[in-house]
């Protein structure tokens, strides 16, 4: 099925979070530090205050004084830059604020202030805080523990017949949504409407009113579109806050609009890791050990933790597997959740490994999975949900024509580029949160379903419009999806790839409680030709009541509504999991294989095919899965060839603030991808059977195209990204 929202976004009627119309508004400018760590002295804003339409200028010296924030919270509530002081915590961190009638006043004027700063010495680099780093006491969002161990390591090493440990090391990346971060902040009264660029409305509002003090019932948050949010637009960042306090100040509406300099470094990034893999096996294959001990970079003043060994303890049977996590205290900003946080980075090191391995003892490194596959989930000990890896491998490499790999490096030639073949496997958990949804019948038969969700550009109106019109017993194009509102029944942040899990099944659960309500008013109505029948004797098909006991007996929805005089019908239903997180361990699973052609005397790389085959339960819409499921494969080519914020070590500064220098994959980057759907049926995960897919498709690409590389070279890259000086 085509997107719903297809329309409206390519006719330019999609209202984006900084293109609502808001009468009388104003526009905020940040002025962003230039240093990386110190205080700032002193803003002379004498000139600023004077140019034309300036409202107010917002130094930490006039803005006000906020409620003590209390401690702890959620995963997303970060510690925020608001003016309150006059520390610099790092570069391009908020210092100041220009509120003036049109943007281009409120840039003039930004451009007029004066600052001094007082500096002090900072570190940026992740390599030389490495003696410094320490243990958070959880590994990620998700509160798993920083550090496991099953079995005995040394042991493990000492039953190995072959045992190798390496350094793998990704550097900063940015998210670079097309959308940049965004917000219009209105007040009417003591009441405060956000429309915010957000993942997530609800604690969205939550960590707003937090900030504020003021009670989360008095702010409301919009977000029906989004342009892009890979997880930056997941937390409440500064200047979401910023643009609220400048609105009660000046007492008009004010948008703030990130620009692409300040996308880079105060609203999150995946931080630069640094991670030690040893596996150990007997020479047959089987592994006898597992080490992964990862170290990724905080701010100074917050605590992130990028997840990457996660993996490690149950993608392969090992009856030894130790891991751990550490952080090293930066002054940089605070990184945050980026498409498949931890999985991903976690994913490159121990799959980039396993494939070092499978050369070592001249095993093919599919069969040396399979070798490895684990039955159950070895460090939980319960079953999978279900786990279709096995045939993800099968069709995969069938898809692929693995069978035609030459084992050797440098084996296969094409002129003067050296050919290359590499995989590795893909995993994402699968998770969901509480959420609920409303679905209303109205007069004309039509429904209207409402749940406060996003939609990052996924395809969430689509799906949701489909499960609806299903459960509901309605055609699709009877059926009106709406979310993006805190006025609309409560859910969780869309992050995690949990959106269709858990908004999906409350929206399955609130169309079917429709069904069976407007079903009890059919059988109990005189007037019905259904009446008398039992309730498992009507089912709703295309807008009409039907008999399922072989008669003919028939009605629209829309003439019992009529005889009713009922304006609409309407049930609300709460979704949240259940006894099933305890019983079972619950993943998608794949499989990514990659070509690529490199030539020999420039070190060039050009990446020839890709092919993804999947295991995540039921597709929902193939259309948009496939989408989804192929932009995280292109995500693979990035982080592997592309993508590094770099910084400069003596200023503290990112060099390549700007989508002019820092690379992504473009259209002339990207080959033919394909996609293959495993068929998988899950009765547990929820009640659709769907495990998300908006990251399994980032985690396994980037290794399967290093992977491919060493084939072609016999050149092993453990820094990403692979670039042609590495190679030559």
């Known amino acids: 099925m085509d997107r719903v929202d297809g329309p409206l976004k390519v006719t330019g009627r999609a209202l984006y979070s900084a293109e609502h119309p808001v009468p009388n508004i104003t526009y905020a400018v940040l002025i962003t530090s230039t240093i990386p760590?110190?205080?700032?002295?002193?803003?002379?804003?004498?000139?600023?205050?004077?140019s034309p339409g300036v409202l107010r200028v917002f130094t930490p010296s006039n803005t006000p004084k906020l409620p003590p924030a209390p401690a702890g919270g959620s995963p997303t509530a970060r510690k925020l830059n608001l003016l309150q002081d006059d520390q610099v915590l790092y570069s391009n961190q908020p210092i100041a604020m220009v509120v003036a009638d049109t943007f281009e006043n409120a840039t003039h004027a930004a451009e007029t202030l004066r600052i001094t700063y007082a500096a002090q010495?900072?570190?940026?680099?992740?390599?030389?805080?490495?003696?410094?780093?320490?243990?958070?006491?959880?590994?990620?969002?998700?509160?798993?523990?920083?550090?496991?161990?099953?079995?005995?390591?040394?042991?493990?090493?000492?039953?190995?017949?072959?045992?190798?440990?390496?350094?793998?090391?990704?550097?900063?990346?940015?998210?670079?949504?097309?959308?940049?971060?965004?917000?219009?902040?209105?007040?009417?009264?003591?009441?405060?409407?956000?429309?915010?660029?957000?993942?997530?409305?609800?604690?969205?509002?939550?960590?707003?009113a937090t900030l504020l003090g003021i009670h989360p019932d008095d702010v409301r948050v919009v977000s029906p579109f989004l342009g892009g949010g890979f997880g930056s637009k997941g937390p409440t960042w500064s200047h979401v806050a910023l643009a609220a306090i400048a609105a009660r100040e000046v007492n008009r509406p004010v948008k703030l609009v990130l620009s692409r300099e300040q996308m880079?470094?105060?609203?999150?990034?995946?931080?630069?890791?640094?991670?030690?893999?040893?596996?150990?096996?007997?020479?047959?294959?089987?592994?006898?050990v597992i080490r992964h001990d990862a170290v990724d970079q905080t701010s100074s003043f917050d605590e992130f933790v990028e997840s990457c060994a996660l993996q490690a303890r149950m993608l392969y049977a090992s009856p030894n597997c130790t891991t751990?996590?550490?952080?090293?205290?930066?002054?940089?900003?605070?990184?945050?959740?980026?498409?498949?946080?931890?999985?991903?980075?976690?994913?490159?090191?121990?799959?980039?490994a396993m494939d070092e391995l499978s050369y070592a003892l001249k095993i093919d490194p599919i069969n040396l999975r399979l070798l490895n596959y684990a039955e159950q989930d070895p460090e939980k000990n319960k079953p999978w949900s279900s786990k279709s890896l096995r045939e993800c491998y099968r069709a995969g490499a069938e898809r692929f024509g693995w069978s035609r790999r030459q084992p050797g490096v440098r084996a296969t030639r094409d002129g003067h580029y050296l050919v290359g073949m590499g995989m590795a496997t893909a995993c994402y958990p699968?998770?969901?949160?509480?959420?609920?949804?409303?679905a209303t019948l109205r007069p004309d038969g039509t429904a209207l379903v409402v749940a406060g969700t996003q939609d990052l550009g996924t395809g969430t109106y689509t799906i949701m419009t489909q499960v609806a019109a299903d459960a509901i017993g309605l055609a699709p194009n009877r059926v009106t999806f709406r979310l993006g509102d805190t006025e609309?029944?409560?859910?969780?942040?869309?992050?995690?790839?949990?959106?269709?899990?858990?908004?999906?099944?409350?929206?399955?659960?609130?169309?079917?409680a429709l069904r069976e309500k407007l079903i009890q008013m059919a059988i109990t109505d005189q007037a019905s030709p259904l009446h008398g029948l039992g309730?498992?004797?009507?089912?709703?098909?295309?807008?009409?009541?039907?008999?399922?006991?072989?008669?003919?007996?028939?009605?629209?929805?829309?003439?019992?509504m009529a005889r009713h005089g009922q304006n609409e019908v309407s049930a609300t239903a709460n979704a949240k999991p259940g006894e099933e997180r305890d019983r079972y361990s619950m993943y998608a699973f794949g499989a990514q294989f990659a070509e690529v052609r490199v030539d020999e005397d420039l070190g060039e790389i050009q990446v020839s095919r890709m092919v993804g085959a999947f295991a995540a339960g039921k597709i929902l819409n193939t259309k948009t899965g496939r989408s989804q499921l192929m932009g995280g494969m292109v995500w693979g080519i990035g982080m592997a060839l592309h993508e590094h914020t770099m910084v400069d070590l003596r200023r503290g500064r990112i060099v390549n603030a700007n989508l002019g220098e820092y690379h992504v994959p473009v259209n002339r980057d990207v080959p033919q991808i394909d996609i293959v759907m495993v068929e998988e049926a899950d009765s547990h995960v929820n009640e659709l059977g769907a495990k998300g897919i908006g990251e399994i498709g980032n985690t396994g690409s980037a290794a399967a195209l290093v992977n491919a590389i060493y084939h072609a070279t016999g050149k092993r890259v453990r820094d990403l990204p692979v670039t042609m000086d590495k190679l030559i």
């Open 488 to 512: 609309f029944p409560k859910t969780p942040v869309s992050g995690g790839s949990q959106t269709a899990a858990s908004t999906g099944s409350a929206v399955k659960l609130a169309g079917q």
């Open 324 to 352: 751990s996590h550490s952080v090293v205290r930066l002054d940089l900003g605070t990184p945050s959740f980026m498409r498949a946080p931890g999985e991903c980075p976690g994913n490159f090191a121990q799959e980039s």
């Open 535 to 560: 309730a498992g004797d009507v089912t709703i098909d295309s807008g009409y009541f039907v008999s399922t006991n072989g008669s003919s007996k028939r009605e629209s929805l829309a003439a019992m």
């Open 430 to 438: 699968t998770r969901r949160s509480e959420s609920s949804a409303t």
């Open 264 to 288: 880079f470094g105060p609203v999150g990034f995946r931080g630069k890791t640094y991670q030690t893999v040893g596996l150990g096996a007997s020479t047959d294959g089987k592994l006898a």
């Open 121 to 208: 010495p900072f570190n940026v680099s992740l390599e030389k805080g490495l003696t410094s780093a320490f243990t958070p006491e959880k590994a990620g969002g998700g509160g798993d523990p920083a550090e496991s161990k099953r079995g005995d390591h040394k042991a493990g090493v000492a039953a190995s017949g072959h045992y190798s440990e390496n350094v793998y090391t990704t550097p900063i990346e940015t998210h670079n949504p097309m959308e940049p971060h965004a917000t219009i902040a209105v007040w009417e009264g003591t009441k405060l409407t956000l429309y915010d660029a957000t993942q997530g409305v609800f604690s969205d509002r939550e960590r707003v």
């Open 37 to 50: 760590k110190g205080r700032v002295e002193s803003i002379d804003t004498s000139t600023a205050e004077k």
